[in-house]
């Protein structure tokens, strides 16, 4: 399944990339047209890259090479300065690519190495497995969010807080954009997200893949049934879905939505906290996160789960409690 998805991908990197090339073509016509001094300028880098180029192949005299590179960076500095009296980005004479990484070619090469580039491996990520369970990140997004679905009454004896449901909404917003900022430091805690459905835990969830995936970070989101099912049918040879094991694993972000909605024994017990506890230690050599989010309180997950399950998300989770009326209701009032 998965070479076929990749196929299909490299097709379209392969129309993206040739776009790019076409589209950077049309812009140097249409500019050198009116400015024919910039077009002058490209051939006179053009051939003083061959021949540094040649020189250094040949090593031959290094003073002239050193000439030529005083050459080359002369004349990109005129150009930059006729780019700038015109008002016109630099940028505007390289090619526009999706992803910057890899130049739309789906992959990085690096130190004799090539590999796959994080943007194709969210791709397949979604494909095969988020399926629908981010597909909506146009809408759920930071820019989006809006706290006057949240009550302003504070209600302790409503809500078990000394605070509303509203600033205690700005709080846990807060984290989450702290948790973002400071992704990669491997001190940063996850998150458990707990409280009832309607609260908007799946939406804060979404806001935060997407601002990760901006800053290309490869997400999950699975629900922990489908999750632990698929493991656990790997496990037995029900299915050849090694991948999405290895995704689960080593993927930067893994959401783990609904949990305590699965039908639990001790095998699933044991596969989930491998997956805990093994992102947590960060065994893949770069630093994986993971949000979980339950309509579960800390009392039931303690009932539910093994003691040592629930000492990890009290130790290494940002425990955010959500409280509130249903944003649903809300909405259609």
């Known amino acids: 399944m998965e070479d076929i998805a990749i196929k299909e991908l490299l097709k379209d990197y392969e129309k993206k990339h040739t776009q790019a090339l076409i589209d950077l073509e049309n812009r140097k016509q249409a500019l050198y047209s009116k400015h024919p001094e910039l077009l002058e300028i490209e051939k006179r880098l053009h051939s003083l890259g061959i021949s540094t180029a040649k020189y250094i192949l ?4 290094s003073s002239y090479i050193d000439n030529l590179k005083a050459e080359i960076d002369k004349l990109k500095l005129e150009q930059q300065e ?3 009296a015109l008002n016109i980005d630099e940028n505007y004479l ?6 910057n990484l890899c130049n739309d070619t789906g992959y990085i090469t690096a130190n004799y190495q090539t590999v796959m580039c994080q943007c194709l491996k969210q791709k397949l990520l979604n494909i095969e497995y988020n399926k629908s369970n981010i597909s909506n990140l146009s809408q759920e997004n ?7 679905y ?6 302790k004896e409503k809500y078990n807080s000394n605070i509303s449901p509203r600033e205690n909404i700005k709080v846990i917003k807060d984290i989450c954009e702290q948790f973002i900022n400071n992704f990669d430091n491997s001190s940063t805690k996850n998150l458990l997200f707990t409280g009832n459905t309607g609260l908007g835990k799946t939406f804060l ?3 935060i893949a997407n601002e990760l995936l901006k800053k290309g970070k490869t997400v999950l989101y699975q629900t922990a049934p489908i999750m632990l099912d698929a493991i656990i049918d790997y496990r037995f040879g029900k299915n050849n879905t090694q991948n999405i094991c290895n995704y689960i694993y080593s993927v930067d972000l893994l959401i783990i939505d609904d949990l305590g909605t699965e039908t639990m024994n001790d095998i699933k017990f044991t596969e989930l906290f491998n997956i805990i506890n093994t992102r947590l230690l960060n065994s893949s050599n770069h630093t994986t996160k993971t949000i979980i989010s339950t309509n579960l309180n800390m009392k039931n997950l303690s009932q539910r789960y093994d003691e040592r399950l629930v000492s990890r998300f009290g130790g290494y989770y940002n425990i955010c409690r959500f409280f509130g009326d249903d ?3 809300r909405k259609d009032k």
């Open 58 to 61: 040949n090593k031959n005299n």
């Open 82 to 84: 006729i780019l700038k």
């Open 94 to 99: 390289k090619p526009h690519y999706e992803c």
């Open 142 to 148: 930071f820019d989006n969010f809006n706290f006057s």
């Open 150 to 155: 949240y009550s302003n009454e504070i209600n």
């Open 205 to 207: 969830s979404n806001c």
């Open 327 to 329: 944003i649903r209701v």
